[in-house]
């Protein structure tokens, strides 16, 4: 409209709103806990706070998927209407997910971070694990050894399993669970197999070994897709657009907020600089980028940053 405002007027916006939003907050946390399966990751927050001179501590956010299905009478089978509730720590304490997920009763689906161990306890939270990362350990091996044998047998495997759950995605979960008795299941029992066998042949510390040590206490976890269909082979991604980006955060605005799980994650993708490119001053005013970041960004070729104004 070609108005201009100041940033401390934009900033203190941000503020009243996310006060505001505050209503939805619980709602929607009882919303993700009334679903049998949750799908929970945790990614990295630089936050910038006043007197470190331009350095940044680490924070984290937590994302929390309320996913599954449900049978309703006269109906069948119908999918939980999923929703996400993101959460801000400054720290990757167990704690965190042991209080966000306290009296829940379901299907976790989540990495092996240990944080997590005190869930599964009680028996109440099912632990399910991801394929994927099981996958990536394999594929990171085979980079690393220029296609090793052993990895790419591995994620051959695993491919065909997933071949399966693309043909199965769009059935419902009991004929998901009946298919994946059939065919699944042997996979995974030859699969079992062949780790057992080839496990002891590899070096423990190597690329390829903690490949297989991943997938060989992990194993229950991983496959226990294949006991419900209403459960996936791998965690379900939550971030915006599908992956997670670097973020950050300016502490004045976090501790001003109402609550601090007003504030993580914007999604905004940062520059170089660590300015978003529809910039907001509540969250990247005098922001300077991390020491890792220039130099990825560097090594690159990127171009300097285009200022954006306005």
Known sequence: MGL????????????????????????????VQ???????????????EEGRKGRTRQAHAWAYLGAGWRQEEGVGWVAYPQAVVFEFTLDRSGKHPQK?????????????YSGYDALYT??????????????????????????AGLAQQAIE????????????????????????????????DAMETWLGAHASTVLPKSALGKAFGYAVNQWNALRRYTDSGILEIGRVEMWRGGRRSGLSVAAPFVWRCPSNLA???????????????????????HIKPSPSSGRVQSASGVSALTSYRG
Do not use: N
């Open 4 to 31: 201009s405002a100041a940033r401390s007027t934009l900033t203190d916006w941000e503020l009243e709103t996310a006060g505001l939003l505050q209503v939805f907050y619980r709602p929607l946390v009882l919303h």
């Open 34 to 48: 009334g679903a049998s399966l949750i799908h929970s990751d945790d990614t990295v927050l630089r936050l910038q």
């Open 100 to 112: 966000f997920l306290d009296g829940y009763r379901g299907y976790l689906h989540a990495d092996a």
């Open 122 to 147: 009680g028996g109440e939270v099912i632990r399910v694990g991801c394929m994927a990362h099981c996958r990536r350990y394999f594929h990171e091996a085979a980079l690393a050894h220029k296609g």
């Open 157 to 188: 495997q695993i491919g065909r399993l997933y071949a399966i759950e693309a043909e199965i995605k769009a059935l419902d979960p009991t004929a998901r669970l009946a298919i994946r008795q059939e065919r699944a299941v042997p996979l995974l």
């Open 263 to 285: 504030v993580a994650p914007f999604p905004h993708p940062p520059r170089r600089t660590g300015r978003a490119q529809l910039t907001h001053p509540a969250l990247f005013r």
